[in-house]
């Protein structure tokens, strides 16, 4: 939001800088992203009075005038077809400057030219140029003519966040900073007459829906008079990057950016039955906008209509067919407060966002109502010569009050580590506008939607007091052992992929069905109530998809060799509780070759070991070494090349080839590796336990089992490890084989054993007869022969 350094002085004594004053706002949590002078582009233009305009002798489109400057009368040269007798304009002398283009005496068609009359353009101030600027009049001759044209400002760019609506205004900015520099900020009352009939014998208003609508305001102003607003309302607006449209326009504009409350002109004769009814859409009503768009309305949608049809969209856009024109005569003005959340979902549906519902949506006002009205009645009246009805129609059936807050002094002192005086305290709470109800309890103003709660109210004190002034101090802490924290289990599978090789990638919580349908067969899902579109309506419920997404993404950019991984949330519906179930999981995706930086022209490609080697060297990681592997269950992954670590409350790790199926469907040109872990089921991880260097000599044995296809390489190990006991040092997998002589529907799985005993040397004896039973105890459970 754009702020005007000036017209903030009209509230507030500033005194400072407006750099100065940016700093003071940055530090108090309101961001002044850039402080702009507003330099004149010329120099030596005054106000200069037209005194005589005739024809010139040589040239049809040129006149000769007669200009007083305040020092003397001088003959200038001027195109323009507005030039008048009697009009002010801004005149540059001869030595003055347009720009970098210095003005001299010059003799145009044969008649000498002393000077120049100005446009907008070559005042900087817009691209019209079709005439010159006729000022507002009243000035005397020789004025300096950059103050009335606004240079010498600063313009403030604001960055507020969405829960400060009330700092929207220019009152609002100057508010907090009669709060922030404990300094008097003061709104003058609006000034306006009240003449003939009472407002409630020209129009009513109705309020069909309360819920949606709290408040509705209204005013009628007679004899109108529609004409362009005065030069300095319209540049102050055209500063502020609002276009100026007419006097009526204008000034419900003005208010909105002095007060921050939106308002909206109706012409009252064009409202049939000349009523306002504030209900929902009718089935297929459509609304003609005031940018011309016609636009289909919904049921749930909120409208401002007459007796028959939608005349504005509420708290977003006025209708084209009750447009103010220059043949209005009577306008009804509206103040009203809207649901922020009625507002910004059909704002969203119809796409739409306009200065009314960007208030609207973060919550307006409902105070301020009748206060705004009365400044534009106010305003309307001054310009277009107006006569206001006697009295304000203003439906407000339940006023709208926060909740008190309980504010323990105790607990501003233990939330900042220091106690701002309390007479301090007070007085920034009463400048924000809180009111004291005793007790240590304050009701919050109706412009703070964001505070609700203590916390909030201690957070208001520190930001007036200064963070500087709170007192630097070590965080008290005290060293425990034990199991690690799951924070630091993330940190640290983080940092193992990265080593890896891995690239952390980071994608949305919400996607659309038919790229979650392939993943978990259309089970149960959480959609959004109010979603961006199709395309992120539901929330995701695995991983997979998003980084599949970017694979596709990067190999039709040609980059192939890619190793990415994700940490974030799934969600699922939760039976009976309104909120979804969360659960934080890891994924990643592998695919391309497994060196592809090697110098070797046809780098071998990554297979699924290459993938078990990651998910091994993560359980390693976290100490999870008593799980059980076999293949994994899910669709997603090749039927036959998967598998599963179980760590005894269900998968704790799984991986595998993605489906060919998928694959085609995601778009993939190469084989695609996938591993994801649950990080709830993660065991608990106890601190390392460290063992010296084996002092004797371990000794091996092969074996070769002939098992079923169905076997898992995983199940032998399990048994070799519990019949071994602690003699097993290490079984490990090195060959499997299929094939003639091995029957069809079986494999053959190659195991070494490593045999050491931690006090003496094993003798083969000892390990002949240990291996034997390991041997006959894997023929009974497998069902295996041995292989010779």
Known sequence: MKVSFNWLKEFIELPESPDEIAERLTMAGLEAESVTRVAAPFQGVVVADVREVTRHPNAEKLVVCRVFDGQGELQVVCGAPNVRAGAQVPFVRVGGFIGDKEIRAAELRGVASHGMICSERELGLSDEHGGILILDGGTAPGSDVAPMLGFGDSILEMGLTPNRPDCLSHVGIARELGAILDREFVVTPAVLREFGAAVETLTNVEIVDVARCPRYAARVIADVVIAPSPLAMRLRLMRLGVRAINNVVDATNFVLLERGHPLHAFDLDKLAGRRIVVRTARSGETIRTLDGASRALEADDLVIADSERAQAIAGIMGGGDSEVDRATKRILLESAYFDPRAVRKTARRLGMHTEASHRFERGADPGVVVSALDRVSGLIESLAKGTTAHGVIDRYPKAIHRPPIHLRPVRVAFVLGAAPQPDFVTRSLRRLGAEDLGDNRWEPPTYRPDLTREI????????????????????????????????????????RLVALGFIEAVNFSFTSPTTLDPFDGGRPRVRLVNPLGRDYSELRTTLFPGLLQNVAFNQAASENDLRLFELGRVFTPAAGLPMPRERTRLALVMTGRRAPDAWEKNAAPLDLQDLRGVAESLLSLLGATDVVVRPSALATFHPRASFEFDGGAGWLLRGGELHPEIAALSGLRSKVFLLEMELSRLPARARPKYSAIPRFPGVTRDVALVVDEAVPAGRAVGIARAEGGGLVEAISLFDVYRGEPISTGKKSLAYQIRYR?????????????????IVKKLQMECGADIRG
């Not at 007036?464 to 640290?492: K, M």
């Not at 005993?757 to 039973?773: C, F, G, K, P, S």
């Open 456 to 495: 909030d109210l201690i957070e208001e004190v520190a930001r007036l007091w200064g963070y500087d002034n709170i007192p630097e101090t070590l965080p008290a802490s005290r060293p425990h052992g034990g199991a690690c924290s799951d924070e630091s289990a993330v940190d640290q599978l983080r940092a």
């Open 757 to 773: 005993a931690i006090d003496r040397t094993l003798t083969d004896e000892e390990v002949n007869a240990l291996h034997a039973r």
